[in-house]
């Protein structure tokens, strides 16, 4: 069964910078595509990033310039990185790994940007 685990979320305070790590164990087929996504209280899940194989990446509007997300097949793991944080970055934050048969998700870590 596969898992995927998600850390480095926790208390930001605006303006700050934050790393997330996402580890996936378990029987899984190659890595085509990572991504994270977050969900706010009350809200949907949306999309906050993603990378493909190939290395090429697509950000959401709201965090384009101040978010990278990286990837390592051969550790089955993706990253995020942000900066710049603001309130509105509050949420669940979600990694996703796609084998090409089906996504796996992780439980989330929440994310708390505030003084």
């Known amino acids: 069964q596969v898992q995927l685990v998600e850390s480095g979320g926790g208390l930001v305070q605006p303006g700050g910078s934050l790393r997330l790590s996402c580890v996936a164990s378990?029987?899984?087929?190659?890595?085509?595509?990572m991504g994270w996504f977050r969900q706010a209280p009350g809200k949907q899940r949306e999309l906050v990033a993603i990378?493909?194989?190939?290395?090429?990446?697509k950000y959401a509007d709201s965090v384009k310039g101040r978010s990278t997300i990286s990837g390592d097949n051969a550790k089955n793991t993706v990253y995020l990185e942000m900066n710049s944080l603001k309130p509105e970055d509050t949420a669940v934050y979600y990694c996703?790994?796609?084998?090409?048969?089906?996504?796996?998700w992780g439980k989330g870590t929440l994310v708390t940007v505030s003084l």
């Open positions: 996703n790994i796609n084998d090409g048969f089906k996504s796996y």
């Open positions: 378990g029987s899984i087929r190659s890595i085509v595509g």
């Open positions: 990378t493909g194989y190939g290395g090429e990446t």
